[in-house]
């Protein structure tokens, strides 16, 4: 029987997943069950060592005779502290040493109670990965030991250390069996990627809802000839923030409904703005996802993640693509589901015409924007609008998607280039960014649409704040404040549009003229009226479809 610890009975069942084997242990009450559950795991086998000194360099003798990894199992306190020596000589002989510490419950740490210490980040100069086990989150705990132990178990291996808090009391060892914990599992495939992993090629063609999804990437002139095939056969959601020409109305879709989700998802980039879409790719409990990265990092975006691939993501798909073309594999049903889904909500989309409103001036900006220019969006509502109707690439600032930065941003980006640089910003965004125009290396290459409605507007789309009196005011930063002052007084020339005829003729100055300055287009709305619309765009479709 195993100990009734679900992060302690997570760690074993997934050392054993990744095939470690050979365990140094030393006595301790605090870390008993963590032992207790080596000893009864058929696949481990447990070494003896009184003093922890001792004991890690043990492990680094069995890891240099194994030339695999070894765990080091200590209690809490100082016990870890005596690990240092081996864990800094096991980091400059490259070995895999996995340290595993036990731990009082975090809110004890400080508080004058036995063999407490701050334990995580005690030995981080001389590990390569620290991980800290939540006691009542299977989801996270699996996660981090699967991080952890994907580094331990790596080409360019160096030790880790596994934390892990156990709450009394310690010593009841009624479980059965150590659970079934999701296994992740890397790949580096030989350089010319002919070699994929054959879980990854086999659960694609197994797949009856397969699907690609492609976050945030850098435009680099993507090569899609050379994924014809896989993308005739396999649907592709993607955002404006993708390097991809056409619009992507995912959200509609899955907005409207009856659609299941994918079984089967390739993820391709860094982040995605929708987060209708983060939460169906989550919706199905079976579902697995390939990540394929150059960096190998763990990102389980979806939280159904199985596997990744190390690599750069255009030959990848490729690699596959070549592969499968090979093989009696035919474009799903799912894909043409989805294709005809896509198709009604861009007829909508085209066809709606917005109040004025933000959405009228995004529409009518992007109707109108000319090749060959340069187009950034601030976070918030305004890259949400891009992505219903921006048919070329998006620069965003989505690595963590804040407000701050993003005019700057812009601006940098148009002192280094002779194209014209367009930024599209909410009011937030530009007053809390506003000293990017106080700088002498503006440039007459920069033009700026201010949607200002007086407040932070997408707060008004979010379910059951409307029932606070603090939104406006406190939540959503409401306001009077206009941008001509900050233009005059920082020589950016000024336009301002009220209504649509307004909007529409300041876009098409905007867009046209010639200035030796920056120039900033105010497109002052009512937030109601913004947030009436985009509802409004929005049920008009689910009632279409």
């Known amino acids: 029987m195993y100990s009734n610890k679900q992060n302690v009975n997570i760690l074993t069942a997934l050392l054993v997943r990744h095939g470690v084997c050979h ?11 963590i032992v207790h559950n080596f000893n009864e795991c058929p696949d481990i ?13 043990y492990a680094l003798g069995m890891m240099q005779a194994l030339h695999m990894p070894v765990v080091i199992c200590v209690t809490s306190g100082t016990a870890l ?37 701050p334990q995580p980040g005690a030995l981080a100069r001389f590990v390569s990965k620290t991980v800290s086990l939540p006691e009542d989150d299977v989801w996270y705990c699996s996660r981090l030991v699967n991080e952890a132990l994907l580094d331990a178990t790596a080409d360019n291996a160096r030790p880790v250390h596994i934390n892990v808090p156990i709450s009394e009391p310690l010593f009841s060892f009624d479980v059965p069996i150590l659970p079934n914990v999701r296994q992740i599992i890397r790949s580096s495939p030989t350089p010319d990627y002919d070699c994929l992993h054959s879980e990854f090629m086999d659960g694609l063609l197994a797949a009856k809802r397969p699907m690609i999804v492609f976050g945030q990437t850098n435009p680099h002139n993507f090569d899609k000839s050379g994924v014809d095939f896989l993308f005739s056969h396999v649907i592709v959601l993607h955002e404006s923030l993708s390097d991809f020409p056409s619009v992507s109305h995912f959200d509609e879709v899955i907005a409207a409904g009856g659609i299941e989700p994918p079984d089967y998802i390739v993820y391709v980039g860094d982040t995605i703005v929708s987060k209708r879409l983060r939460y169906f790719l989550r919706s199905d409990d079976k579902a697995v996802t390939w990540r394929i990265s150059l960096s190998g990092d763990v990102e389980d975006t979806f939280q159904n993640l199985r596997g990744i ?35 009604k909500v861009a007829v909508h989309a085209a066809d709606y015409e917005p109040d004025y409103s933000q959405m009228a001036a ?49 601006a940098g980006f148009s002192v280094v ?71 005059r007084q920082c020589r950016v020339e000024y336009l301002r549009a009220e209504n649509m005829e307004q909007m529409q003729n300041g876009i098409n100055t905007l867009l046209c003229i010639e200035s030796t300055r920056p120039v900033l287009l105010e497109v002052l709305t009512d937030a109601a009226d913004d947030e009436r619309v985009m509802k409004d765009y929005l049920s008009k479709f689910i009632e279409k479809a």
Request: net charge neutral.
């Open 23 to 33: 365990a140094v242990v030393c006595p301790g009450s605090r870390n008993a069950p």
């Open 362 to 410: 995004v529409k009518y900006f992007e109707a109108n924007i000319m090749p060959d220019v340069v187009v950034h969006y601030a976070n918030s509502s305004a890259i949400r609008l891009a992505n219903i109707y921006a048919r070329h690439y998006v620069w965003c600032n989505r690595g963590v998607n804040g407000i701050e930065g993003s005019l700057s941003t812009a």
């Open 81 to 117: 502290l005596n690990l240092a020596p081996a864990v800094a000589e096991a980091y400059y002989q490259h070995q895999p040493l996995i340290i595993i510490s036990a731990d009082r419950p975090a809110p004890w740490i400080d508080q004058l109670d036995g063999q407490t210490l």
């Open 417 to 487: 280039t002779s194209k014209k640089v367009f930024c599209v910003i909410g009011d937030l965004s530009f007053f809390y960014d506003q000293n990017a125009l106080w700088n002498q290396n503006l440039c007459e290459n920069l033009r700026i649409l201010l949607l200002n409605n007086g407040k932070g507007g997408i707060f008004n789309l979010l379910s059951g704040l409307d029932q606070s009196p603090a939104r406006d005011r406190l939540v959503s930063a409401s306001h009077a404040t206009s941008a001509e002052g900050i233009c």
């Open 45 to 57: 086998s447990c070494y003896p060592v009184t003093d922890e000194r001792s004991a890690g360099f």
């Open 309 to 343: 691939i190390v690599g750069d993501p255009e030959f990848v798909l490729q690699s596959l693509s070549n592969k499968i073309s090979r093989m009696s594999f035919h474009a799903s049903d799912y894909r043409r589901q989805w294709l005809a889904a896509l198709k």
